[in-house]
C-alpha cells in the first residue's frame, strides 16, 4: 500500500469513527414521536403545479385555448394551480375552474428584474 493510498484510508476511516459518533449521540436524544403535534404541523393544502416552462408564456394566449388547458390539467391530470403569466382573463378562468394561479415574474412585461415597480403593483393588487 502506498503512502498516498494509506492516507486516503485513514482519512475515510475517521470520517466513518465521527459519522457513527454524531449518529449515536442523535439517536440517544431522540423524543418519543408527538403523533398530535406532528399531525398539526401537516400543510392543510397541496398543490400541484402544472408548469410548461417559465420565465416566457408558453401557454395558449386566445381565452378559449387556455379554458381548454384548464378542463384537461384539472380533470386529466389532477393539477390544482398552474404556473402563468397573469392576465384579468387568465385569472377569471382559473377562478371558474377553482385553479389556483402561480404568477410566473420572470415573464416578459412582469420581469421581476427589468420591471420592478410593475411587479411590485401587480402583487399589491394581488394581495388585496
Known sequence: MS????RTLRTAIGCLVVLIAVAMATA?????????AQAARRPKTYIAIFINGYA????PKEPAEFEKLLKAITVEGHFNAVLCKYTLQREAL???YKVLMVVDLLADGLHVYRNPKECEVLLKKLRG
Open 94 to 96: 382559473c377562478k371558474k
Open 28 to 36: 440517544a436524544d431522540d423524543q418519543p414521536i408527538d403523533k398530535k
Open 3 to 6: 503512502v498516498k493510498q494509506f
Open 56 to 59: 416566457g408564456d408558453p401557454m
